[in-house]
């Protein structure tokens, strides 16, 4: 089955800590994104990536990290820089940017203790 | 003012109800989304249009561009239909990248 994977779907985390978080996809997307979602607020864009070896910062970038070595992955690293790191995160891919609509992974919960 | 706005931010329904939730933006814009999150916080896609209307299922998406408005309504409602409705617009954001910009959601409940 064609989709988009996050793993793992519950993270914890101590202050402090670099925490890598992973999305992998087999839909053939060149684009994927990586989102944060926080309770009463739309989801806002960190990164993004139109193909491989290149990314974007989005909205929120500061304290965050990406690489696209592979066209299937694209891990996202919380810093420790990253003033409030406990948060929803959601990957997602598309056929590229700007064109057809976005998939979305399940989404990591990560929880900084 | 946010650039997507969305209501109701709660909606209350009884099974078999017709329920509507609305979109409004304040972009220029050149495609909008209609998501769909349910408890467990994984996203699908219901919908994407650029203009007119949309139909799958019970659900049907409209857009006018010119009031910068779009609709979700879900006729006979169930319970499963209960979710978080999520508006996304897709906006030019400079060279060849273009982004979405979400709205907050309307939690969705249908009561049996």
């Known amino acids: 089955d064609g989709g988009i994977t996050q793993s793992p779907k519950y993270l914890f985390r101590k202050e402090g800590q670099n925490v890598t978080l992973s999305c992998e996809q087999n839909?053939?997307?060149?684009?994927m994104y990586w989102y944060r979602q926080d309770p009463g607020q739309g989801l806002r864009l960190i990164y993004y990536s139109q193909i491989v070896n290149d990314f974007q910062k989005g909205d929120i970038a500061e304290g965050y990290s990406v690489s696209r070595e592979k066209k299937e992955s694209f891990p996202l690293t919380v810093t420790s820089a990253q003033k409030n790191p406990t948060a929803f995160y959601l990957c997602a891919s598309s056929i590229r940017t700007g064109f057809g609509e976005q998939f979305f992974g399940p989404g990591t919960r990560l929880t900084v203790l | 003012k946010n650039e997507v706005e969305q209501s109701p931010q709660n909606l209350t329904a009884q099974e078999g109800e017709f329920i509507t939730i609305n979109c409004s933006y304040s972009v220029g814009i050149s495609a909008l989304h209609w998501l769909q999150q349910h408890p467990g916080g994984g996203i699908v896609s219901l919908f994407m249009?650029?203009?007119g209307k949309k139909k799958h299922g019970r659900l049907i998406a409209t857009i006018n561009i010119q009031e910068k408005h779009s609709s979700l309504h879900i006729t006979a409602s169930h319970p499963r239909d209960s979710a978080v409705y999520i508006c996304a617009v897709r906006r030019w954001s400079g060279g060849s990248n273009y982004k979405l910009t979400f709205g907050k959601g309307t939690l969705l409940t249908v009561n049996p």
């Open positions: 839909l053939n997307h060149d684009a």
């Open positions: 249009l650029s203009s």
